[in-house]
């Protein structure tokens, strides 16, 4: 993947990246090619394969991108508890639901979870005391199970078509009910 900092590429690169989600909500990943990505920019494959070396590495990019932006968010915010960061997570990623969408309806559910333990564990995101929880080994297994359970209810809410049946504060509430904690 390409990792300068040229005008041109990351303009190319953020086109390919547009066309891919674009023509993604009407193709099958497995079904989309390379050219049929490259026809929609106007750019050449040389130049795809100068940025990106497979579909799987646009989606991870675009993950990267999304946590990184979420990451970004939660630093400007307050978590005192769970209910902060499912509040923080539900809300965040309800507004990029449809892209979120776009890969697990193309069986990627896989990345999106690495992607989330990735990002959730190595951040600040949890960082307030869990009950019962004092070995940096008891954290470790806590700091698990709560992305763990939060990424997989996620992916439940996106696949509820057309519409969810709960809402993002509402999605956030069920974990402070499930965990037993009361800060709403």
Not at 48 to 71: A, R
Not at 149 to 157: R, S
Request: charged share 30%; proline share 2%; glycine share 2%.
């Amino acid at each position: 993947m390409y990792k300068g900092n040229n005008p041109s590429a990351l303009r190319s690169r953020k086109e390919i990246v547009r066309c891919f989600l674009e023509e993604l909500k009407d193709t099958d990943l497995e079904a989309l090619s390379i050219k049929q990505i490259m026809d929609a920019t106007d750019l050449s494959r040389q130049t795809f394969y100068q940025i990106f070396d497979s579909k799987d590495e646009i989606i991870e990019y675009c993950l990267d991108t999304l946590f990184s932006d979420f990451i970004s968010h939660t630093k400007e915010k307050t978590i005192e508890n769970l209910c902060d960061a499912a509040r923080l997570f539900f809300n965040f990623f309800d507004i990029h639901r449809d892209t979120l969408a776009l890969f697990i309806k193309n069986r990627k559910s896989c990345v999106v979870q690495r992607k989330c333990r990735e990002y959730l564990r190595d951040s600040r995101y949890i960082h307030y005391e869990l009950h019962g929880v004092h070995s940096e080994q008891d954290k470790e297994y806590a700091t698990t199970f709560v992305v763990s359970g939060m990424v997989a209810m996620l992916e439940q809410w996106i696949k509820e078509t057309p519409e969810p049946t709960l809402n993002a504060q509402e999605l956030a509430q069920l974990v402070c009910r499930i965990t037993g904690v009361n800060e709403f």
